[in-house]
T-cell receptor, first 113, second 117 residues
């Protein structure tokens, strides 16, 4: 079946670096994408979302890029901090109807001080 | 607003037993979704309930079932537990309205860690 996947299982960066987490999706009908952050012992927490009529969206220190041509999402975190260490998931869905979220496998981000 | 709450937080059962997990969504949210999270399979969708009706179902055996009450609280049940059912079970709530802004945004609870021995 169609699914969402991630290229890198673990990403290690130094504090202050910019981090980029990538995600590939395969369902061409998906039109709404979300990035979640999951810290140890907690449930996933919403970070930022983007609709398919956009190719870029910025939040506080985070930017999501969407390339529909190659079905690729990325999450950029500026000036990464130790508190950003977590597992990051991308998820896809269709904004119309009542479809559910399909999650990628997740990428572990490790930030060293 | 209080967040999504799940009880119990930790549970240990033996094979063959059954278990019931509970989820209280954010006040005003009518949709509750359940997910199973394991290291090998990641986050997998179990089912979604909206206004006491199952609206979507994932690819899990019939041993996994759920229900939603009139106050939007939800329970999921797993019967005849297997070792492979050991996982973090996450509940997420959302307003549940189709096509609205932020419709896909779900708010997750902390999960119930189920260990099957």
């Amino acid at each position: 079946g169609e699914s969402v996947g991630l290229h890198l299982p673990t990403l290690s960066v130094q504090e202050g670096d910019n981090s980029i987490i990538n995600c590939a999706y395969s369902n061409s009908a998906s039109d709404y994408f979300i990035w979640y952050k999951q810290e140890s012992g907690k449930g996933p927490q919403f970070i930022i979302d983007i609709r398919s009529n956009m190719d870029k969206r910025q939040g506080q220190r985070v930017t999501v890029l969407l390339n529909k041509t190659v079905k690729h999402l990325s999450l950029q975190i500026a000036a990464t901090q130790p508190g950003d260490s977590a597992v990051y998931f991308c998820a896809e869905t269709q904004n119309s109807g009542y479809s559910t979220l399909t999650f990628g496998k997740g990428t572990m981000l490790l930030v060293s001080p | 607003k209080a967040g999504v709450t799940q009880t119990p937080r930790y549970l240990i059962k033996t094979r063959g037993q059954q278990v019931t997990l509970s989820c209280s969504p954010i006040s005003g949210h009518r949709s509750v979704s359940w997910y199973q999270q394991t290291p090998g399979q990641g986050l997998q969708f179990l089912f979604e309930y909206f206004s006491e009706t199952q609206r979507n179902k994932g690819n899990f055996p019939g041993r996994f079932s759920g229900r939603q009450f009139s106050n939007s609280r939800s329970e999921m049940n797993v019967s005849t537990l297997e070792l492979g059912d050991s996982a973090l079970y996450l509940c997420a709530s959302s307003p549940g309205l189709a096509g609205g802004p932020g419709r896909g945004e779900q708010f997750f609870g902390p999960g119930t860690r189920l260990t099957v021995l």
